[in-house]
């Protein structure tokens, strides 16, 4: 037994099992590809869950890869222990109706004892109670130990969740001595303790469930195996745990780094450390795989890790950002495995600093809230429903929050909090339970049995075809008429289906008895392309003979609209840098809808470049070609893949001359000249780093321009200006004599309040010493009683003002204390509070002013008539 570093174990791992006949794949995206079932690939098997089932056909039979994999329900105890982390890599091999327990268990012991030459004294076995057959294998073919075999239950060793594939597995165990150990006569495999660690886990897929009790053999068994890959190099390394394992640790060394501190000093700190190490894993793998920024699903998961690492952060004393600097580290520490991340490495760090920038403002944001509620609700308890949601919203952990409130003399209602807490846990579980369970779940295909449809829209624009099959509610039929609304699956076809952000085509499809509109183009997992319409005329069968010819002009102008967005994504990489990556796309017949990762909005000289940039292309008259390769070869031209997307061996590359080189499967222009015009629309933002563009190409840009003119040709009629040149002009003179007004009604505002304010002394109240005026306006905006208000202060400094005003419905009350006044204790923001209650209404402000809404307006001379006695209650 070796050290054998992290890096070094995957490739042994990988290289073992294609020696063994096995097809290396790549790991798949974290990101579930059609597969709702799943948040984010949490096993090995996940994405892989379709061969098994048969539904799709495998690229081999023997498969074996290095998958990562994100796991969240148990993120709260992520840093308080050791052993719990949110990333990691799950090694596998797998059999697709091919070799079964024979080669899978000698292969598993081969690679333990020879390859990373693991002693056999320190090994063990677990077989399923009842799996005499592992046991005659294992013992009598491979050669272990009968005594270093353990038999356990149906919950330990055997693989099953609900309905499909199932059966017993076997699992390899490393023995890491006494000192491990818990120290009690019964300590053996299985235990809790930390001695015998489980690091591969074989299942013999045997049986297919039907989630009743019933297991009938399968009649071509499988192979699924998992191997942590972190778990495998703590043994190999002799520590105790992930964190220590070298690729982790030259993470947290850079955090050690960056906080002055070092691991293992303090385990506060440490925990802190453990969090950030785990969590930058976590999040620049996601953020590699396409994951963006938002308040749910996903990218709620990334942005609660990024919270979470760059809370504990300033916990180590860390006041600045700085995981986008330890986002490098994990990068060059996995970049020879997976090189998309060294691809990605400026969108990753970009989006990381942007992110944290943003948790910093809402960390203050979150003391803001939690001082509020101390001044709002003051007692001798903060609720667990207030502490969940500033852990929840803000990041803010429970014992922050203590620590802030107790220095207030306030505790937290901790009961609540973590029954709070617990609720969540739960929710989380339930919805992740039994990772790797839920990626079982799917329904069967109503066209397993249709071959996939051959697509020719590339080179032409209609084509013959055999109808293969009909859908109709959902059902296959053998026919349908006129009036029915029916899906066709046809053997070959000119329509693209939907997919790549570009919609689907439409038009009608024919035969020698029907006529069918079709509105829709998708294609499933099998590629089988269906034709979503309505039958106008006739009767469509089975078996019958069509022709495709759908319509080329809206075709036309969904590839001009598709070119665009190439064109565009260019550009706004020239304009605006090289992080600039594709987030999102929707093509059709009408516009370009572009989003793309960006912190800022775009300035009107940066869209005036791109614009600039695009028309010059699409003038230039560039050639566009579109043509397959190998996935390398595609790379070495500097072609951009979709950001986060995964890709096969061949890819399809659109190339406009050195300008643009894109992987892309959708439909084009074979000439740039052929886009006509390219407009921008708007620009905005669709979520944090993600901005959007939206534009018109060719007649729509020319119907655009058309519309915008008459629409001027409008306003210009309607100022009275003869021609569209002179609008600006006459809009700054309108402006101006605006603004004149504004001034004019703005001083007579001022006398009106001088001649009310007069009158108001004359009613006022003495309180121990401090004049109170109340007053009641109609028909008075908001602005002429802060007018108001302003000049009662400034003119007696031992005054409290309150005065309401109703305007179109509506209600405000604004306070003014005086400075005389406010050394006596009143605040005008607490009396307005006070005030505005009896009127329903709710509001605050500073010592000196303040307004607030009241929602019942027949109650404001009542809440008006209350102002002495809060005035008076105050100054007791």
Same mark, same amino acid.
């Given at each position: 037994?070796?050290?054998?570093?992290?890096?070094?174990?995957?490739?042994?791992?990988?290289?073992?099992?294609?020696?063994?006949?096995?097809?290396?794949?790549?790991?798949?995206?974290?990101?579930?590809?059609?597969?709702?079932?799943?948040?984010?690939?949490?096993?090995?098997?996940?994405?892989?869950?379709?061969?098994?089932?048969?539904?799709?056909?495998?690229?081999?039979?023997?498969?074996?890869?290095?998958?990562?994999?994100?796991?969240?329900?148990?993120?709260?105890?992520?840093?308080?222990?050791?052993?719990?982390?949110?990333?990691?890599?799950?090694?596998?091999?797998?059999?697709?109706?091919?070799?079964?327990?024979?080669?899978?268990?000698?292969?598993?012991?081969?690679?333990?004892?020879?390859?990373?030459?693991?002693?056999?004294?320190?090994?063990?076995?677990?077989?399923?109670?009842?799996?005499?057959?592992?046991?005659?294998?294992?013992?009598?073919?491979?050669?272990?130990?009968?005594?270093?075999?353990?038999?356990?239950?149906?919950?330990?060793?055997?693989?099953?969740?609900?309905?499909?594939?199932?059966?017993?597995?076997?699992?390899?165990?490393?023995?890491?001595?006494?000192?491990?150990?818990?120290?009690?006569?019964?300590?053996?495999?299985?235990?809790?303790?930390?001695?015998?660690?489980?690091?591969?886990?074989?299942?013999?897929?045997?049986?297919?469930?039907?989630?009743?009790?019933?297991?009938?053999?399968?009649?071509?068994?499988?192979?699924?195996?998992?191997?942590?890959?972190?778990?495998?190099?703590?043994?190999?390394?002799?520590?105790?745990?992930?964190?220590?394992?070298?690729?982790?640790?030259?993470?947290?060394?850079?955090?050690?780094?960056?906080?002055?501190?070092?691991?293992?000093?303090?385990?506060?700190?440490?925990?802190?450390?453990?969090?950030?190490?785990?969590?930058?894993?976590?999040?620049?793998?996601?953020?590699?795989?396409?994951?963006?920024?938002?308040?749910?699903?996903?990218?709620?998961?990334?942005?609660?890790?990024?919270?979470?690492?760059?809370?504990?952060?300033?916990?180590?004393?860390?006041?600045?950002?700085?995981?986008?600097?330890?986002?490098?580290?994990?990068?060059?520490?996995?970049?020879?495995?997976?090189?998309?991340?060294?691809?990605?490495?400026?969108?990753?760090?970009?989006?990381?600093?942007?992110?944290?920038?943003?948790?910093?403002?809402? *960390?203050?944001?979150?003391?803001?809230?939690?001082?509020?509620?101390?001044?709002?609700?003051?007692?001798?308890?903060?609720?667990?429903?207030?502490?969940?949601?500033?852990?929840?919203?803000?990041?803010?952990?429970?014992?922050?929050?203590?620590? *802030?409130?107790?220095?207030?003399?306030?505790?937290?209602?901790?009961?609540?909090?973590?029954?709070?807490?617990?609720?969540?846990?739960?929710?989380?579980?339930?919805?992740?339970?039994?990772?790797?369970?839920?990626?079982?779940?799917?329904?069967?295909?109503?066209?397993?049995?249709?071959?996939?449809?051959?697509?020719?829209?590339?080179?032409?624009?209609?084509?013959?075809?055999?109808?293969?099959?009909?859908?109709?509610?959902?059902?296959?039929?053998?026919?349908?008429?006129?009036?029915?609304?029916?899906?066709?699956?046809?053997?070959?076809?000119?329509?693209?289906?939907?997919?790549?952000?570009?919609?689907?085509?439409?038009?009608?499809?024919?035969?020698?008895?029907?006529?069918?509109?079709?509105?829709?183009?998708?294609?499933?997992?099998?590629?089988?392309?269906?034709?979503?319409?309505?039958?106008?005329?006739?009767?469509?069968?089975?078996?019958?003979?069509?022709?495709?010819?759908?319509?080329?002009?809206?075709?036309?102008?969904?590839?001009?609209?598709?070119?665009?967005?190439?064109?565009?994504?260019?550009?706004?990489?020239?304009?605006?840098?090289?992080?600039?990556?594709?987030?999102?796309?929707?093509?059709?017949?009408?516009?370009?809808?572009?989003?793309?990762?960006?912190?800022?909005?775009?300035?009107?000289?940066?869209?005036?470049?791109?614009?600039?940039?695009?028309?010059?292309?699409?003038?230039?008259?560039?050639?566009?070609e579109c043509r397959e390769m190998p996935i390398e070869e595609a790379k070495k031209l500097g072609a951009m893949a979709l950001f986060g997307e995964k890709y096969g061996s061949i890819v399809r590359v659109v190339s406009v001359g050195d300008f643009s080189k894109e992987f892309c499967g959708g439909t084009h222009v074979d000439n740039t000249g052929k886009i006509g015009l390219f407009k921008?629309?708007?620009?905005?933002?669709?979520?944090?780093?993600?901005?959007?563009?939206?534009?018109?190409?060719?007649?729509?840009?020319?119907?655009?321009?058309?519309?915008?003119?008459?629409?001027?040709?409008?306003?210009?009629?309607?100022?009275?200006?003869?021609?569209?040149?002179?609008?600006?002009?006459?809009?700054?003179?309108?402006?101006?004599?605006?603004?004149?007004?504004?001034? !004019?009604?703005?001083?007579?505002?001022?006398?009106?309040?001088?001649?009310?304010?007069?009158?108001?002394?004359?009613?006022?109240?003495?309180?121990?010493?401090?004049?109170?005026?109340?007053?009641?306006?109609?028909?008075?905006?908001?602005?002429?009683?802060?007018?108001?208000?302003?000049?009662?202060?400034?003119?007696?400094?031992?005054?409290?003002?309150?005065?309401?005003?109703?305007?179109?419905?509506?209600?405000?009350?604004?306070?003014?204390?005086?400075? !005389?006044?406010?050394?006596?204790?009143?605040?005008?923001?607490? *009396?307005?509070?006070?005030?505005?209650?009896?009127?329903?209404?709710?509001?605050?402000?500073?010592?000196?002013?303040?307004m607030a809404g009241a929602k019942d307006l027949t109650k404001l001379d009542e809440a008006l008539a209350a102002a002495e006695g809060v005035v008076s209650g105050m100054m007791q």
């Amino acid at each position: 037994m070796q050290w054998t570093g992290l890096n070094e174990l995957r490739e042994k791992f990988l290289s073992f099992f294609e020696s063994k006949g096995h097809m290396r794949l790549p790991s798949f995206s974290l990101i579930p590809k059609d597969d709702n079932s799943l948040l984010l690939i949490n096993s090995g098997m996940a994405p892989m869950k379709k061969y098994f089932t048969g539904e799709v056909t495998p690229p081999s039979k023997r498969v074996t890869t290095c998958q990562k994999c994100i796991r969240t329900p148990d993120i709260e105890r992520v840093g308080i222990t050791a052993r719990h982390g949110t990333f990691f890599e799950m090694l596998g091999n797998f059999s697709f109706g091919d070799y079964f327990k024979h080669e899978a268990t000698a292969w598993a012991w081969e690679f333990c004892t020879k390859v990373l030459e693991l002693p056999v004294d320190k090994l063990w076995v677990t077989i399923y109670q009842d799996d005499d057959e592992a046991f005659d294998i294992w013992t009598k073919e491979v050669g272990v130990a009968p005594e270093r075999i353990v038999r356990m239950g149906k919950e330990d060793n055997f693989w099953e969740h609900g309905s499909g594939p199932c059966g017993p597995c076997s699992e390899i165990y490393f023995d890491r001595g006494e000192k491990y150990g818990c120290g009690k006569p019964d300590c053996g495999v299985g235990c809790e303790c930390d001695r015998y660690v489980e690091f591969w886990n074989v299942v013999f897929s045997q049986f297919d469930s039907d989630g009743k009790g019933n297991y009938p053999p399968m009649e071509h068994p499988n192979i699924d195996t998992g191997m942590g890959l972190e778990r495998l190099a703590c043994i190999m390394q002799g520590v105790d745990n992930l964190f220590l394992v070298d690729t982790v640790q030259n993470i947290m060394k850079h955090i050690c780094r960056i906080a002055g501190i070092q691991y293992g000093e303090d385990e506060k700190k440490d925990i802190s450390l453990r969090v950030i190490t785990d969590h930058i894993r976590s999040t620049t793998f996601m953020i590699g795989d396409g994951v963006m920024p938002s308040n749910e699903g996903r990218g709620y998961v990334l942005r609660r890790l990024l919270r979470r690492a760059a809370r504990h952060g300033r916990l180590l004393g860390i006041n600045h950002t700085f995981l986008a600097d330890v986002a490098n580290t994990v990068i060059d520490e996995n970049k020879n495995a997976y090189p998309e991340l060294d691809e990605k490495r400026a969108m990753i760090t970009k989006l990381i600093h942007v992110e944290e920038e943003s948790f910093a403002k809402t *960390i203050d944001q979150g003391m803001q809230m939690l001082n509020s509620l101390i001044d709002k609700d003051f007692n001798a308890c903060l609720s667990g429903e207030d502490a969940f949601r500033l852990n929840d919203t803000y990041g803010f952990p429970l014992d922050l929050t203590k620590e *802030i409130v107790a220095e207030r003399g306030m505790t937290v209602d901790e009961e609540r909090f973590h029954q709070l807490m617990q609720e969540q846990r739960e929710r989380a579980r339930n919805a992740r339970k039994n990772a790797g369970a839920d990626a079982w779940a799917g329904e069967n295909d109503v066209l397993a049995d249709v071959p996939p449809t051959e697509f020719l829209g590339y080179e032409k624009s209609q084509t013959e075809a055999t109808v293969l099959a009909i859908l109709k509610d959902g059902e296959r039929v053998d026919h349908a008429t006129a009036g029915d609304e029916i899906a066709l699956v046809l053997d070959r076809t000119t329509f693209y289906a939907e997919s790549g952000g570009q919609v689907g085509d439409v038009g009608p499809i024919s035969s020698a008895d029907a006529l069918i509109a079709i509105d829709n183009t998708t294609k499933n997992h099998a590629k089988n392309f269906i034709h979503h319409g309505v039958i106008n005329a006739g009767t469509i069968s089975v078996g019958d003979r069509v022709q495709t010819e759908g319509d080329p002009e809206n075709h036309r102008a969904i590839m001009r609209n598709h070119t665009a967005a190439h064109l565009l994504q260019a550009a706004l990489r020239t304009v605006l840098g090289d992080h600039v990556e594709q987030a999102g796309q929707l093509v059709d017949e009408k516009y370009v809808r572009f989003d793309f990762t960006h912190f800022a909005a775009l300035t009107p000289e940066e869209l005036h470049r791109v614009e600039t940039i695009v028309n010059g292309v699409i003038l230039s008259g560039t050639p566009v070609e579109c043509r397959e390769m190998p996935i390398e070869e595609a790379k070495k031209l500097g072609a951009m893949a979709l950001f986060g997307e995964k890709y096969g061996s061949i890819v399809r590359v659109v190339s406009v001359g050195d300008f643009s080189k894109e992987f892309c499967g959708g439909t084009h222009v074979d000439n740039t000249g052929k886009i006509g015009l390219f407009k921008i629309l708007s620009e905005s933002s669709v979520a944090a780093g993600v901005r959007r563009i939206e534009a018109v190409t060719g007649l729509n840009a020319l119907q655009y321009l058309n519309d915008t003119l008459a629409q001027l040709g409008a306003v210009a009629s309607a100022l009275k200006v003869t021609s569209v040149s002179g609008l600006a002009q006459r809009a700054e003179q309108m402006t101006a004599e605006l603004k004149e007004k504004d001034r !004019e009604i703005e001083s007579l505002n001022a006398k009106m309040a001088d001649m009310r304010i007069n009158g108001l002394f004359e009613g006022a109240k003495d309180i121990n010493g401090v004049r109170v005026i109340t007053a009641l306006f109609s028909a008075t905006p908001s602005n002429a009683l802060r007018t108001m208000c302003d000049k009662i202060r400034d003119n007696a400094p031992n005054v409290v003002a309150v005065l309401a005003a109703t305007q179109d419905g509506k209600a405000n009350i604004a306070v003014a204390v005086g400075k !005389e006044a406010q050394q006596k204790g009143l605040n005008a923001g607490k *009396i307005v509070r006070e005030v505005a209650k009896v009127a329903g209404g709710n509001g605050g402000g500073k010592a000196e002013f303040a307004m607030a809404g009241a929602k019942d307006l027949t109650k404001l001379d009542e809440a008006l008539a209350a102002a002495e006695g809060v005035v008076s209650g105050m100054m007791q």
